[in-house]
């Protein structure tokens, strides 16, 4: 039989991870927002420039957790322009164009500064 015991309580790593949680400062997300909204925009195709023109960012708080969302409000006929543009899209003569990955590519930096950003001031305490 395997048993185990467990004595003291988990105070420590409580106190840490409040400290950490307190240390983030909501508005920082902003400077990532609007980075993110002009790396999308000057990565997007343009044959217009509306597409390009139309990303914009919102910061949303559920319970423990923050998240920022890049949206794109370019849609004609119930179609996300952004969305063909990024995986491709049938003709109406029965083709297909082939899609293109620039929405990965132009967010990712943002990402990889957001996380070690976050790293840095997570292991600073």
Do not use: C
């Not at 999308?40 to 969302?69: D, H, Q």
């Not at 409000?73 to 119930?78: F, L």
């Amino acid at each position: 039989m395997i048993s185990f015991r467990q004595k003291g309580d988990f105070s420590k790593l409580t106190n840490y991870l409040t400290k950490v949680k307190s240390t983030v400062r909501l508005s920082i997300l902003d400077k990532y927002g609007k980075a993110g909204v002009a790396a999308l925009a000057s990565a997007t195709p343009v044959e217009s420039g509306l597409t390009a023109a139309s990303w914009y960012y919102e910061i949303e708080r559920k319970n423990e957790s923050v998240t920022i969302n890049f949206l794109n409000s370019n849609v004609q006929n119930g179609v996300p322009i952004a969305v063909i543009l990024q995986l491709g899209h049938g003709t109406g003569t029965g083709g297909w164009v082939e899609g293109r990955d620039y929405i990965n590519p132009a967010i990712r930096p943002i990402f990889d500064e957001i996380a070690n950003n976050a790293w840095r001031e997570v292991t600073k305490l």
